[in-house]
């Protein structure tokens, strides 16, 4: 904690000692967060808290750019996702982001510019640069959790270079729409101010559904001369929306013929959510060679979740759904603090960049979850008619309180211009206080672990822009899960779950805007749990499982006028020692490839392409578990300038009206794809 203090505090201290200093004379931009050439991002300060090209970088990363998000008209993490292969998107109850990365299944592995972001919430891009998906444990930069890996979103940062003013108006044809600004404008010669703000109407092909979200997000930063920078950010979220948990299962698939039916009770599914999350971050060279980094990010946030849902398969085509409900606020407040301090030096022939870093947080949560009765348990399918519901038993009451202290050493050593290592160890604290105040009112429960994660790469580039890599890596998760609320009086003398990762692969950076790269992997889970397939909402412990895979990507310029972004996975998820047992969510093969060329100055095409094979809704323990069909999905953009300033862009999503489940919950809770759609989007930039 010592280390931390004194770290934090160099970090905030040194800068007022240089305010007083010569500002910079050329100023463009203030906070780094990595440089991108359209589709392609060349580097990334998140992959190793270094700023290093992503070639430099012993592990598989995605990245996609603003304009690769913008082109495709992308509204939720979700829309990105689908396109990143090795990534599965879920369903999370219709109220969360929920991703399942190389067979790990997660709610928590979020992080903003490299923080922590691990509350259960649909995250907005309208704010956002870039995001980043690194797979495999990432412990040492990330701490905990980060199993199958991590999905990273990279904030815009104000820039004094100059003013402008960027709007969106969007509209689809479920009758969606959505207004957003992105303000920027020099406040000195040194210092900028940025607004980004949405509002959006909320509207799918589901009946029942709808809602709202509005956003905001002032962000301001400076250059504080002699080296030092730094900015202060502050959103505001205000979610409101229907939570849909899809359509049950018949005969170990899907239900057909029910697209559009909404299996929950109208007014009684209801989540909304506000959150409060401020951001100051610090960096500045102390010395020639010696720089740091402070971040602090607190977030409040108030969540409330309440939900009818298909409980069971269906007796038949026209037979009956067996139905439950509950009810679920949850309220955190994360404090989270990260120095970093790198040091450039060189040792006879050998030159290091060493990373020292410190980080602590303060999670504090409350939960509630009660059972909902129902008029009627099961749900009629010839006649369909909503039953009535309350919620009068109070089933969990969960309080608690997590501190965790890390402090993380990794060195990059460059041998040459040929070989290249990447070593360190982080050390974690992880310390949870709490109580289930239901079952046992008098029985607080706790418990501490002290873990060690390890990280090595080695790299050969035999040429300077072709890098052939093999690594080694990390990660534990606590028994109280990603949300700590698993922890019981029975589990909490358990050992952490842990994840190694060892891979191989090759990157190419074939021009400056072409970027190849493969991979394979082997990601092994020791003391594994699993959603419990007869009730999700408990876990079940089930040993050990692997996933090895292969993963291909190429993204960035064909040709002057053709950009790609593609990517292949193979995966192959199963129980050790039992490879009847699939992991949940984690079909053998994904493709996907996402194409814009330009006809002439002013007009340009897109075409998209995913592909999935099957895959199983939930951990595959019986023949009873319903198997989700393959699927393709194609999708098409046309993008036309009316003037420098102006653009009009047409997006057609499932352009074949393909009948598809994209993602589920469990064998009874599966989303059904939406058959073609439009979206026609005005975009300004002056």
Do not use: C
Not at 78 to 100: A, S
Not at 144 to 154: F, H
Not at 322 to 345: F, G, H, K
Request: net charge negative.
């Amino acid at each position: 904690m010592r280390l931390l203090l004194v770290s934090t505090a160099l970090s905030l201290a040194m800068p007022v000692a240089a305010v007083a200093q010569e500002a910079a004379a050329d100023l463009g931009t203030i906070i780094v967060t990595g440089e991108t050439r359209g589709y392609v991002a060349v580097d990334s300060v998140t992959a190793t808290k270094t700023d290093t090209p992503l070639i430099d970088v012993p592990q598989s990363i995605t990245v996609v750019t603003r304009a690769q998000l913008d082109d495709q008209a992308a509204y939720s993490l979700g829309d990105v996702l689908r396109y990143v292969p090795g990534v599965t998107v879920g369903q999370g109850e219709g109220n969360r982001d929920q991703i399942t990365l190389r067979g790990q299944n997660t709610t928590a592995d979020f992080f903003l510019d490299g923080v922590r972001d691990d509350v259960q919430y649909y995250r907005g891009l309208y704010n956002l640069e870039r995001v980043e998906v690194l797979k495999g444990p990432y412990a040492l930069i990330f701490g905990r959790g980060g199993g199958g890996g991590i999905v990273n979103r990279v904030q815009k940062t104000p820039s004094p270079a100059a003013s402008f003013l960027a709007t969106r108006l969007s509209a689809n044809s479920f009758g969606a729409f959505d207004v957003s600004a992105d303000l920027n404008t020099p406040v000195s010669e040194t210092a900028a101010f940025r607004l980004n703000a949405v509002y959006e109407e909320l509207g799918n092909h589901r009946d029942s559904y709808e809602g709202h979200r509005f956003a905001v997000n002032p962000y301001l930063a400076a250059d504080l001369g002699r080296g030092w920078s730094a900015g202060v950010s502050y959103e505001y979220i205000d979610d409101d929306r229907v939570p849909d948990r899809g359509v049950p299962s018949l005969n170990g698939r899907p239900i057909e013929g029910y697209r559009d039916q909404f299996f929950g009770v109208p007014g009684a599914n209801h989540t909304t959510l506000q959150a409060h999350i401020v951001k100051a971050r610090v960096d500045g060279e102390i010395a020639p060679g010696l720089s740091v980094s402070t971040t602090v990010l607190y977030g409040d946030f108030d969540k409330f979740y309440s939900n009818v849902y298909p409980n069971g398969p269906a007796t038949g085509q026209t037979g009956s759904v067996p139905l439950a409900a509950y009810l679920d606020p949850t309220t955190r407040e994360n404090l989270l603090i990260q120095s970093n301090l790198l040091w450039e030096v060189a040792t006879g022939p050998l030159s290091h960049r060493i990373l020292f870093g410190v980080e602590y947080g303060d999670q504090s949560s409350t939960n509630q979850r009660r059972n909902g009765v129902l008029s009627s348990p099961t749900f009629s399918l010839a006649n369909p008619v909503f039953p009535t519901v309350t919620f009068p038993t109070l089933a969990r009451d969960t309080v608690s309180d997590v501190e965790t202290l890390s402090a993380y050493v990794q060195d990059q050593i460059s041998l040459g211009e040929r070989f290249d290592i990447v070593a360190g160890l982080r050390f974690d604290r992880f310390r949870i206080e709490g109580q289930d105040r239901i079952p046992n009112p008098d029985r607080p429960f706790s418990r501490t672990d002290e873990k060690v994660s390890p990280r090595l790469g080695l790299i050969f580039k035999p040429v300077s822009d072709l890098s052939l890599y093999a690594s080694y890596s990390r990660s534990f998760l606590p028994r109280s899960g990603d949300q700590f609320l698993s922890l019981s009086t029975v589990q909490e003398n358990l050992e952490p779950e842990r994840f190694t990762n060892t891979e191989v692969g090759v990157k190419w950076q074939a021009r400056s805007n072409l970027i190849l790269t493969a991979a394979l992997f082997q990601l092994d889970r020791t003391n594994a749990t699993t959603p419990d397939p007869g009730n999700p909402a408990l876990t079940i412990n089930v040993g050990e499982t692997r996933t090895e895979g292969l993963e291909l990507a190429a993204t960035g310029n064909i040709t002057r006028r053709w950009q790609i972004s593609a990517g292949y996975a193979w995966q192959d998820a199963v129980l050790v020692g039992n490879s009847s047992v699939r992991l949940a969510q984690t079909p053998e093969q994904q493709f996907s490839l996402w194409n814009r060329f330009e006809v002439n100055p002013r007009l340009g095409l897109g075409l998209g392409l995913i592909h999935q094979t099957d895959q199983f809704a939930a951990i595959r323990t019986s023949a009873a578990a319903t198997r989700m069909p393959a699927f393709v999905r194609v999708d098409a953009a046309a993008f036309y300038d009316l003037s420098d300033q102006v653009q009009i862009q047409l997006n057609i999503e499932n352009l074949s009206d393909e009948t598809y489940f994209p993602d589920a919950h469990n064998n009874a809770n599966i989303s059904t794809g939406a058959p073609r759609n439009a979206r026609l989007t005005v975009s300004a930039k002056f």
